[in-house]
């Protein structure tokens, strides 16, 4: 039994507890209230994660490419070392023209691309002629281009139609874009004791892509033109391709063989695309050997007789055509 004089305190201590739990109740939030001079330490959140990752910028320039493979087909697949170091040639190019493609088989093509798209880096795709020439010897030309920059106008490739045999492999023509950029290839390769004859009918192959579409105007010329030594005289100006709106972008000067120091390959492009979305000066020709610390000569011929050449091309201009 409590006593009389316990009871006061007993009843002090339980009101002072409810009164304690009411404040508490209803007090304010301190949290990063400084008290006493102390900062209370704010408790730590995780950032909000971004709901998508940024996009990838668009390339604002693509580089455009031929490259004679000389005599590409089964034999030349066999060689790993060379197979390995074409790839690497062809992933530095947004899209190339393969020349010299000779296989009966017409397997080789289809298996280039699967050794490029085995490699890391984007998908490539490709167009490819059927086997063109007036021997057996026959060849197929092969655009393979960058399925993340390149976009190709399905159905546009054809081979010219050469009712006067002009040509021993008639051209290979397609049409591709890429950002604000289309425009539309002629890949040849011209036979060397008929190169002024083959060459100079080329304006011929421009003026018919011109008939079927007026307001194509970026045309670009690109192949091995045997364009230079006993074949071709590269100082003249006689030809009908070495007219004014004819822009030779592969100078005399450049050296395109690996063996010899002719200017076999060359890039050719009509006023439109020279003014406009070809980036000046950008033409060059890819000496994989020098690019790749290659010191075996035999190596560098086992690739090819021939270097690739290139140039650059801006995609995010206004369309002018």
Known sequence: ?????????????VSALFMLLGWYATRPDLDGVELDGVPEEPIDEPAPEPDDEPAPEEPTTIKVAAFNIQIFGRTKRKKE???????????????????????????TAPLFLEMINEAEGPEYAYVRSPRLGRTTSKEAYAYLYNTETVTHEE??????NDTDDVFEREPYIATFSSGGFDF??????????????????????VASILAADPDEGDIIILGDLNADGSYFN??????????????????????TMTKTDWTYDRMILLDATYSHEYVDGSTQVYYFDQIYG?????????????????AEFSTNLPDDD
């Open 1 to 13: 039994m409590l006593r009389k004089r316990t009871l006061p305190w007993l009843i002090f201590v």
């Open 81 to 107: 070392d060379v197979m390995a170091i074409l790839v690497n040639i062809t992933r530095q190019f947004d899209l190339v023209l393969i020349q010299e493609i000779r296989d009966s088989s017409e397997t």
């Open 155 to 160: 159905g546009s490739d054809h081979v010219y």
């Open 184 to 205: 539309t290839l002629v890949g040849i390769h011209i036979k060397p004791d008929d190169a002024p004859q083959e060459i100079g009918n080329l304006t011929l192959v």
């Open 234 to 255: 590269e100082d003249g100006t006689s030809n009908p391709l070495q007219a004014a709106g004819y822009h030779w972008t592969v100078t005399d000067e450049m050296d």
């Open 294 to 310: 290659i010191t075996d000569e035999e190596l560098v011929w086992d690739v090819s007789d021939h270097y690739p050449v290139y």
